[in-house]
C-alpha cells in the first residue's frame, strides 16, 4: 500500500482514472450525521487516485480516525518503521467515507461506522524517492462494541495484497515518542477534543515555497 515514506498502506495501483463500470455496490444510509456501511464480497480493485505531475505524485487518501477515551487506533505496513492512521488511497467514483468503509473491512474484516470529517489536511513528503502532494480526509470512525480488535492491550493483524499490517493502541498522552507519520498527528491526537481543522503538513525536505 505504502511508499516508503508515505503515511498510508495503499495498493500500488496507478490509474489515469479512466471511466470504470459500476460493480459491487455500498449500501450506506445516514444517522445523525454518520454513514453506517455494510458490504458485499470484495470487489475487483478500482483505479486509485494517484497520478503523477512533473514534479509530484498526487494522492487522494480517506483516513480513519478512531479513538477511545485514552487511546488511538495505528497500524503499520510489514517492513516500514513508522506508525500512521488506517486508511487508503480513494478509488475512482467513490465518496472519501466509503473508501474509509472499504479500507477497513479489506483490511481486518470489519464493518465501522464512518463519522464526521474532522480533517483536511495538505500533506508534503518524500516516499519512494519521489515528492508527494496528498490531500487526506481524516474521519472520526467508530468500531463495532463487540469487536476483538478493541482489546487495547493486544497487537492485532491486519492484510494488505498479502503484506501483513500491525495495529496497535496507542496511549493519546504519549504519541510524541513514537515516529508517527504525518507528524502533526502527535500533537493533534493528543487533544481530549478532535476539532475540524484544515491542516498543511510538510515535512523537512518539502519547505513553504519561499523558505527553501
Not at 201 to 211: F, K, T
Request: proline letters at 6%; charged letters at 25%; aromatic letters at 8%.
Amino acid at each position: 500500500m505504502c511508499d516508503a515514506s508515505s503515511v498510508c498502506a495503499d495498493k500500488e495501483i496507478e490509474a489515469t482514472l479512466p471511466r470504470v463500470a459500476n460493480s459491487t455496490r455500498l449500501h450506506s444510509f445516514a444517522v445523525s450525521g454518520e454513514i453506517s456501511h455494510s458490504f458485499r464480497p470484495a470487489h475487483a480493485p478500482k483505479p486509485m487516485i494517484s497520478f503523477d505531475t512533473a514534479s509530484h505524485r498526487f494522492n487522494l487518501r480517506a483516513v480513519a480516525v478512531i479513538t477511545t477515551h485514552d487511546h488511538v487506533l495505528l497500524h503499520k505496513l510489514e517492513g516500514d518503521d513508522y506508525w500512521s492512521l488506517p486508511g487508503g488511497r480513494v478509488e475512482a467514483g467513490e465518496d472519501a467515507a466509503t473508501a474509509v468503509a472499504r479500507e477497513m473491512r479489506e483490511e481486518l474484516d470489519l464493518a465501522v461506522k464512518v463519522g464526521p470529517l474532522l480533517w483536511i489536511v495538505e500533506n508534503f513528503f518524500t516516499g519512494g524517492g519521489r515528492p508527494h502532494h496528498e490531500v487526506g480526509l481524516y474521519f472520526a470512525t467508530e468500531i463495532p462494541p463487540d469487536a476483538r480488535i478493541l482489546d487495547v492491550e493486544a497487537r492485532h493483524d491486519g492484510r494488505e495484497q498479502g503484506r501483513r499490517l500491525e495495529f496497535v493502541w496507542f496511549k493519546r498522552k504519549e504519541l510524541a515518542s513514537h515516529d508517527v507519520r504525518p507528524a502533526f498527528l502527535r500533537d493533534a491526537l493528543a487533544h481530549n477534543t478532535l476539532q475540524f481543522a484544515h491542516i498543511v503538513s510538510r515535512d523537512v525536505a518539502h519547505p513553504q515555497p519561499g523558505e527553501a
